[in-house]
C-alpha cells in the first residue's frame, strides 16, 4: 500500500508533551480500493476497553479502515474490577497493548497516538483522575486550528471523558459524545431475559456515568442495551467474510474463537456473537453525503435521566436534551465492514 508524506508538527501542553506526525505516514486506499478520493470531516477519539470483550477489537479495525474520520487517538481504559475477560490491575494498560496489536496487524504506519487511561474508576462523581488520555481529551477539545466536528467514541466506561469535562468543563460545548452503554428504557424496550440490574458497560464506572448524565451538558448521543444487543455476527459470517481477509481477519476471528472456547464450559452462545461497539463507526463514519447525520438509524430526543447510586434510571426534569438511538442500521453497519476487509485486503 502506498504512503504519502505530509507535515509534521509538534503537540504539547500535556504529560510531558509529545512529537507525532499527524500525517507523516498514513495509509492510502487509493488505486486499489476506490476509497482514496474520501477526506475526513470529522475528528474522533476512541476510547474502548480491548482488553476485554472482543468486540471492540472489530470496531478498532472498522474505525481504522474508515477514511472519513480522522482518528486523533486511541485510549485503552479499564473494566470492572472482577472482569472475567480481564481480571488484572493494569487493565487500561493491557487495552492500549491491544490496540498496539491491532495497528501492527493492519500494517498501520501512521503516527496515531495510543494511550492508556485510569486502572481504576473514578472514586466519586466530583473527583477526576488524572492521565494523559483525559489531557489529550482536553486538548484536542480546545484546539482553535481546525473546523472538523469532534466526537468522543466510548465503547465501556465512561472514565476518561467524565474527568475531562471535570477537570475543564469548557470542553462540554466542543465535542460530541457517544457512549455504548446504559439500560434499557422501560417506555422504549423491555429488558432481555436474564438481564443484570446493573448495564455492563454502566457499572464500569457508575461516578463517571453520574458526571455525564447528571451533571454535564455534553451533547451525547447513547446507545443503550436493547440497541447494542441488535448488532449480531453470526458464525458464518466470521468464517467466510472475516476470516479469509488477511492477517487482520485472522486475528479478529482468532479473538472470537479464543472467547468462544474459553466459555463454552459454562454457556452456549450458539452461532452469533454481539459486535455491540461497531455502531460507534456506524454513527460516525458512515453518516450520510449531505446534511450529514446517521440518517440510516432512528432515535428519540429525551430529557437525560438522573443516574442513581444503584446505577438506575430516574427522571430528571432539568435533564438535557440527549439522543437515544431506538434503531440501528446494522445491515450497512456489517456490509461496510465486510466491504472494507474485501477491498482493503482482496486476496483471501
Given amino acids: ?38 477526506q475526513p470531516r470529522m475528528r474522533v477519539i476512541i476510547d474502548n476497553d480491548f482488553s476485554g470483550d472482543p468486540d471492540g477489537l472489530f470496531q478498532l479495525a472498522h474505525h481504522l479502515m474508515s477514511p472519513s474520520v480522522e482518528i486523533r487517538a486511541i485510549i485503552g481504559s479499564h473494566l470492572s474490577v472482577t472482569d472475567g475477560f480481564d481480571r488484572s490491575t493494569t487493565q487500561a494498560d493491557n487495552a492500549a497493548k491491544k490496540a498496539r496489536e491491532v495497528l501492527k496487524v493492519m500494517n498501520i504506519t501512521r503516527n496515531i497516538p495510543v494511550l492508556a487511561g485510569s486502572n481504576t474508576a473514578m472514586s466519586n462523581d466530583s473527583t477526576p483522575v488524572k492521565s494523559e488520555a483525559v489531557n489529550f481529551i482536553i486538548q484536542e477539545a480546545l484546539r482553535t486550528d481546525t473546523k472538523l466536528p469532534l466526537y468522543v467514541v466510548c465503547g465501556a466506561g ?28 422501560t417506555e422504549l424496550a423491555p429488558p432481555p431475559p436474564g438481564y443484570s440490574d446493573v448495564e455492563y458497560n454502566l457499572n464500569i464506572d457508575r461516578g463517571a456515568a453520574r458526571v455525564i448524565f447528571n451533571k454535564s451538558t455534553v451533547p451525547l448521543w447513547q446507545v443503550p442495551r436493547n440497541m447494542y444487543r441488535q448488532c449480531l455476527l453470526s458464525y458464518a459470517q466470521l468464517l467466510t467474510k472475516v476470516k479469509p481477509r488477511g492477517k487482520v481477519g485472522a486475528y479478529l476471528t482468532g479473538t472470537l474463537e479464543t472467547i468462544m472456547e474459553r466459555i463454552k464450559q459454562f454457556i452456549n452462545i450458539g452461532e452469533t456473537y454481539v459486535v455491540g461497539d461497531s455502531p460507534l463507526v456506524l454513527l460516525t463514519a458512515l453518516q450520510s ?55 482493503i485486503y482482496p486476496n483471501p
Fill in 289 to 343: 453525503s449531505f446534511e450529514a447525520d446517521p440518517s440510516s438509524s432512528d432515535y428519540v430526543v429525551r430529557q437525560a435521566p438522573l443516574i442513581n447510586q444503584n446505577a438506575t434510571y430516574s427522571f430528571n426534569h432539568k435533564g438535557r436534551p440527549i439522543r437515544v438511538y431506538t434503531r440501528l442500521d446494522t445491515s450497512l453497519m456489517l456490509a461496510d465492514f465486510f466491504a472494507k476487509l474485501e477491498l
Fill in 158 to 185: 465512561l472514565t476518561e471523558i467524565a474527568s475531562a469535562v471535570l477537570t475543564n468543563p469548557t470542553i462540554a460545548n466542543r465535542l460530541t459524545l457517544i457512549w455504548i452503554g446504559g439500560p434499557e428504557y
Fill in 1 to 38: 500500500m502506498k504512503k504519502i508524506e505530509t507535515q509534521c508538527f509538534r503537540r504539547l501542553g500535556f504529560g510531558m508533551g509529545i512529537l507525532w506526525c499527524l500525517t507523516s505516514s498514513f495509509t492510502v486506499f487509493g488505486q486499489a480500493t476506490g476509497l482514496g478520493s474520501v
